[in-house]
Structure formats: C-alpha cells, structure tokens
C-alpha cells in the first residue's frame, strides 16, 4: 500500500509565494542559492509555518525551497530562539503567519462527508466498484474516500483538484494492490 500527499507541495509554494509578495521578491527567488539574508529570513519562516503550524513532512519543503532536508530541520531547531530573541525574524514571521491565516480561514468547508461526496459526484467524480486506488479528501473534521480504478484516476483526480480548491481540504492518494 503507498500513500502520497498531493496538496501539501501546492500549499508550501503558496505559502512561499505569499512571503515573497510580502518581502517584495521575486517569484520563486526563496528556491534561489543565496544566502542573503533578505532570502535566508523569508525561507526559514516559509519552512516554519509549514512544518510547525501545518504538520509538512520535510522532504515536501525541501523539495519547494530547494534545499536538503537538514535545512528544514535546522529551520525547526532555531524557530523558538529566533522567535524570542530576533525582532526583524518574529516581526516577519507573524506578518507572513497572519496573512497566512487570513487566506485559510477564507476557505470554504463542508457541514459534512455526505454534502461533500454529493458535491464530488455532481462535478463528475465516479466511484469504482472494484477499485485499485483511493483518493482521501481530507478536512480538519472528516474524510471522504472515493474509490477509483488507474483508468478513472486522472479525471477524478482532476475533478477533485479543481472542484476543491477553495475548499479547506487535503488530498492524498493511496495504491490499493
């Protein structure tokens, strides 16, 4: 059985990019080699509020920053000090956090995994009877499983993409055999 996260890298740009809006950089530049410190302070945060406040597995930020994963743990590490004891760090940190916060809490949500899976199937999503994979659509509350076949993967993969993304929500996939 594999598991794969396939919105948690889309959140980590997102974040990314919001701290280059608020940093005035350029897109993408916190993925840049340098380690000015007007790159270096936007990249630690970026990392902080995903792997602390969001819960992303390192290697998913490693692989959006460009960085190793020893980076994304260092980053971690120093997070509390540079928090108490470096005003430029904490005064950024809780812009870029708040702004965060801001879009997130703007997300749209479901009373339930029923008005979710109607919602789904109304867009197009087909359930397989036999299926060979799933894809969990996961909110803070409940999870919804839609079974599928490696034929109907793409479209219903799509599908969800697309019909979810103001939603609040993850998705992961799963290989059933």
Request: glycine fraction near 4%; proline fraction near 2%.
């Amino acid at each position: 059985m594999i598991k794969a996260n396939l919105t948690d890298e889309q959140e980590v740009k997102d974040i990314a990019h919001l701290a280059t809006q608020i940093c005035g950089l350029e897109k993408g530049s916190l993925s840049s080699k340098s380690r000015k410190i007007e790159y270096q302070l936007p990249r630690s945060i970026v990392s902080n509020i995903a792997r602390v406040h969001r819960g992303i597995h390192y290697n998913v930020i490693s692989k959006v920053l460009d960085r190793d994963r020893t980076s994304i743990y260092h980053y971690e590490s120093k997070h509390k000090d540079n928090y108490l004891g470096w005003k430029d760090y904490r005064e950024l940190f809780n812009r870029i956090f708040n702004a965060y916060s801001d879009i997130s809490h703007t997300k749209k949500t479901f009373d339930g995994p029923g008005d979710m899976v109607e919602y789904l199937q109304k867009m197009g999503m087909k359930h397989s009877r036999n299926p060979q994979m799933q894809i969990h659509v996961i909110t803070d509350i409940f999870t919804v499983s839609v079974p599928t076949t490696y034929k109907q993967f793409s479209d219903n993969l799509e599908i969800c993409n697309l019909a979810l993304k103001d939603y609040a929500c993850r998705i992961d996939i799963e290989m059933l055999k």
